[in-house]
T-cell receptor, first 114, second 111 residues
């Protein structure tokens, strides 16, 4: 079947604006992860969903970041009052069960805050 | 919190030479995964190691998990230009539910 998809692929916004990034996981995968990757660095964990609930949101940098997964499938990462430092590639990954399963990554959304 | 480090940060090799990247965790790991990310691409899963001292092979790639489950290595024999990319390890500790990625080792292979 289809892999993990993310939209948009690129997002350019101005400082202070609100953005939403969407992730469609592989069908049937209960676990969903959001990561942020800056140039030359490894993926930085943001939040992990198991079903509809956020099992671990310890990686969210501050309260401007919020994510939801209301029906246990699609997830949206929401960033309020964007700052230039938020510019990065936001990666979504899903896995069948929990952290012991293979994570399948989406292509990412490149966010640029001007 | 848990920290995962990788060395070297960069490695340039001539095609046909071997390559090794090392991954070290500040805490004991439940398991470790390795990913490869091609330039402009997203991380792609390579393998998972779970048991202490485990060794797994995929063609020219050999993965090893340390006896103390705090370190791991990836060795590529006779590199090819298709091996170019950044190799990340990601460790799951015994208490958390999320993986912590290392900073990656970027491999360049000169033809």
């Amino acid at each position: 079947g289809a892999g993990v998809s993310q939209t948009p692929s690129n997002k350019v916004t101005e400082k202070g604006k609100y953005v939403e990034l969407r992730c469609d996981p592989i069908s049937g995968h209960t676990a969903l992860y959001w990561y942020r990757q800056s140039l030359g660095q490894g993926p930085e964990f943001l939040i992990y969903f198991q079903g509809t609930g956020a099992a671990d949101d310890s990686g969210l940098p501050n309260d401007r970041f919020f994510a939801v997964r209301p029906e246990g499938s699609v997830s949206t990462l929401k960033i309020q009052r964007t700052e230039r430092g938020d510019s990065a590639v936001y990666l979504c990954a899903s896995s069948l069960g929990d952290g012991r399963d293979t994570q399948y990554f989406g292509p990412g959304t490149r966010l640029t805050v001007l | 919190g848990q920290q995962v480090m990788q060395i070297p940060q960069y490695q340039h090799v001539q095609e046909g030479e071997d390559f090794t990247t090392y991954c070290n965790s500040s805490t004991t790991l439940s398991n470790i995964q390795w990913y490869k990310q091609r330039p402009g691409g997203h991380p792609v899963f390579l393998i998972q190691l779970v048991k202490s001292g485990e060794v797994k092979k995929q063609k020219r790639l050999t993965f090893q998990f340390g006896e103390a489950k705090k370190n791991s290595s990836l060795h590529i024999t006779a590199t090819q230009t298709t091996d170019v990319g950044t190799y990340f390890c990601a460790g799951l500790d015994n208490y958390g539910q999320n993986f912590v990625f290392g900073p990656g080792t970027r491999l360049s292979v000169l033809p």
